[in-house]
């Protein structure tokens, strides 16, 4: 097979190792500068912050004083660049990339927002009223989900994960 420098073959599945810190804070770097050009495009002011944390590069555009990262702080905007930029990563490193990107407090957001959503399900199901002996959560990231299942724990209660693709989804149930 060949290839062309500037393009390196893309790893399968089946041949994904954890990545080591150096090659995450390279994913770090490459997709800080993919971000930079991005938001120079949209003339859009942040300030980027670089961390490696449980196995993935975390990249976060913070807004200075009187800065417009708002405008790019939707959930669905926020995941949509995250791809972009994985695929930039990917195409630079040819490794597949868990990155995780946070605009403007993003993530914080949407942590508090699936804390609610456990809390609600959580309820439903000690209330009783529907005899239900599990809730179910709507579809989401895998990354979603991820924070899902480590708010359940805390909670004391027990989830798994079913369906697939855009498909999957959350199920709570007692412990």
């Known amino acids: 097979m060949t290839t062309s420098p500037e393009y390196a073959p ?3 599945r089946e041949e994904r190792v954890p990545a ?8 770090g770097d490459i997709a800080a500068d993919f971000i930079e050009g991005l938001l120079d495009i949209a003339d859009i002011d ?3 912050d670089l961390d490696v944390r449980a196995g993935r590069a975390y990249v976060s555009v913070a807004a200075p004083s009187g800065g417009s990262v708002a405008l790019i702080a939707a959930p669905d905007t926020v995941q949509a660049l995250q791809e972009l930029t994985r695929i930039a990563v990917q195409n630079r490193t040819g490794r597949f990339s868990r990155l995780i990107l946070d605009v403007g407090g993003s993530r914080d957001a949407r942590q508090h927002e699936l804390e609610a959503l456990v809390d609600r399900a959580i309820a439903r199901l ?4 529907s005899q239900a002996s599990q809730a179910s959560l709507p579809s989401m990231s895998s990354y979603e989900r991820k924070v899902v299942h480590d708010i359940v724990a805390d909670r004391g209660f027990v989830s798994e994960s079913y369906g697939e693709g855009a498909d999957r989804h959350t199920v709570i149930r007692r412990g």
């Open 126 to 129: 000690d209330d009783g009223a």
């Open 20 to 27: 080591t810190v150096a090659q995450l804070e390279e994913e």
């Open 46 to 48: 942040g300030d980027l």
């Open 10 to 12: 893309v790893e399968t």
